[in-house]
Structure formats: C-alpha cells, structure tokens
C-alpha cells in the first residue's frame, strides 16, 4: 500500500487485495476492541461492486481465524423504494448474500432503510431514530457513485441532509439498469441515510476501484466543497480513510480519455 496525497486528503493505494486487508484489518481491530470492552460496533455497511472482495474477506476470516460479528450492529446506507427484502436485487437481500448470511451476526442487529411504507417520511424518521438510539455509527463504509453520491445523496444534497427519501439521479439508474436487466426496471426513487447523517459517523471508509471512478474520486478529493459533489463534504470530516485501487487514484490528468 502507498499513501498518495490528493488535494488536502490523503488516499491509501493498492490493489485490490490490500485494499480488502488493510480495511478488514481497521475493521476487525474495531470490533474485538470493542468486544473486549463488553460493547457493541456499531457499522453503516454499503452494498454494490466495490465492497464484495471486502466483504469476502471478512466472510474468511470469520470462516478461518473465528472474527466474531456478535458484538456488531449494522445499518445500512440505503434501499430502493418498493422492492421487498425477498426481490434478489433489493439491498436487504444482496447484503445477506454477500456477508450476513456467511458470518454470525445476531439478525436482530441487522438494519435495513424501509423499501415499502406508506409514508415516507415516518419511515425514514424512524431510521435515521434507530441509528440515533444505538448512539451513531463508529464506523461507516462508503463507495462512490459516477456523479459522487455517498449512499443515495446525489447532486444537490445538502450537507444537512438527514435520513429521506430521495429521487434516483439519471446516471444512477443507467449505472444500475445491467443488474435490472434493463434501465426501466431500475427503482426511480430509495429511502438514503443523508450526508449529515454520514458525517457524524465517527470514522469514515471510502472504497473506491476502477478506472470510471478517477474523475469522481479526483473531484471528490481535491474539488471544491459542496453539494454539487456531495462526497467532496467528506473533505471536512477529519477522520476519513480514502481507500483507491491504482486506476481509481491515477489522476485523470495523466490519462487520456
Ligand atoms: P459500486 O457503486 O460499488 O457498484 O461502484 C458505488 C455507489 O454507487 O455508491
């Protein structure tokens, strides 16, 4: 792993492999230090490509070397609106598949933003609630979407927005539209935690791989603060970990297009 600085932030860089060891390593330290002190870790976890080798490896070292995920509580960034927890492509069902189901956390401790509500808003209250009453997240995951959203935060998410339901960004359905077989599949609307509600984590992870994400990353990094790129507010944290692949941390300056 290098350290790369970008902007004023600081990226760790590697390959995939290391990427998904050095984080797993800051993860599994959090959660024995934790257990060790009698004490829950409370995780905001992320679905999409960019965890899974992540996710993969933690599945191991519960499999291999007995990291226990009893002391962990999870909350999820976001959901699509109107698919239930049983549709495969809901995150309910890919965060099951991809870790809950391989490892031995208490599904009781499994949060999930609400998919199907009458009313909005009351859903979402009472998620961003429950993340309130289990006193906040110590720790949360983040990718980052083409036009830099964290979670559903897109364009134009203000840097106290709190737990919403939000409209799905163009380039984020089209993003999404392969794994629905189709772009009219794709949900238009989720239930997102909101960037303010990102920021009080106490410590920040983004992950990010690939070449299609070296603008956004750049940008997210090194570009001025605001809304129009609601990652860059990651800026201001103070306890982030930029976590890029070699082609995610090139800078876009030095690659043709
Ligand atoms: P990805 O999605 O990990 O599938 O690239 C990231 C995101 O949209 O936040």
């Known amino acids: 792993m290098k350290k790369v600085k970008i902007g004023t932030q600081t990226a760790q860089v590697g390959d995939t492999d290391e990427l998904s060891q050095a984080v797993a390593d800051e993860l599994q330290a959090l959660i024995q230090s934790r257990a060790a002190e009698g004490k829950m870790a409370v995780l905001g976890l992320a679905t999409g490509k960019t965890p899974l080798p992540l996710y993969a490896e933690l599945i191991r070292r519960h499999r291999d070397e007995g990291l226990s995920f009893k002391n962990v509580v999870s909350f999820n960034l976001d959901e699509y609106e109107g ?28 949060a999930v933003p609400p998919s199907i509500y009458d009313d909005a808003e009351e859903a979402a209250l009472g998620y961003g609630k429950q993340i309130w009453d289990a006193g906040g997240i110590d720790w949360q995951l983040l990718g980052i979407g083409g036009e830099g959203h964290i979670g559903f ?14 409209k799905l960004a163009q380039k984020t359905i089209e993003d999404a539209a392969k794994s629905f077989g189709g772009e009219e599949n794709v949900p238009t609307h989720a239930i997102t935690m909101g960037v303010e509600t990102i920021l009080r984590a106490r410590r920040i992870v983004l992950m990010a791989r690939g070449v299609a994400k070296q603008k956004i990353v ?24 930029w976590f890029l692949d070699y082609d995610a941390a090139r800078s876009p300056k030095n690659v043709r297009n």
């Open 83 to 110: 698919l239930g927890r049983d549709h495969e492509r809901s995150y309910w069902a890919e965060m099951w598949k991809n870790l809950f189901d391989h490892v031995d956390i208490d599904p009781a401790n499994v």
């Open 153 to 166: 935060n897109e364009k134009g998410s203000a840097a106290t927005s709190l737990t919403r339901r939000v």
């Open 218 to 241: 750049y940008r997210a990094m090194a570009g001025e603060v605001g809304s129009e790129v609601p990652a860059s507010f990651l800026q201001e944290h103070g306890n982030v970990g």
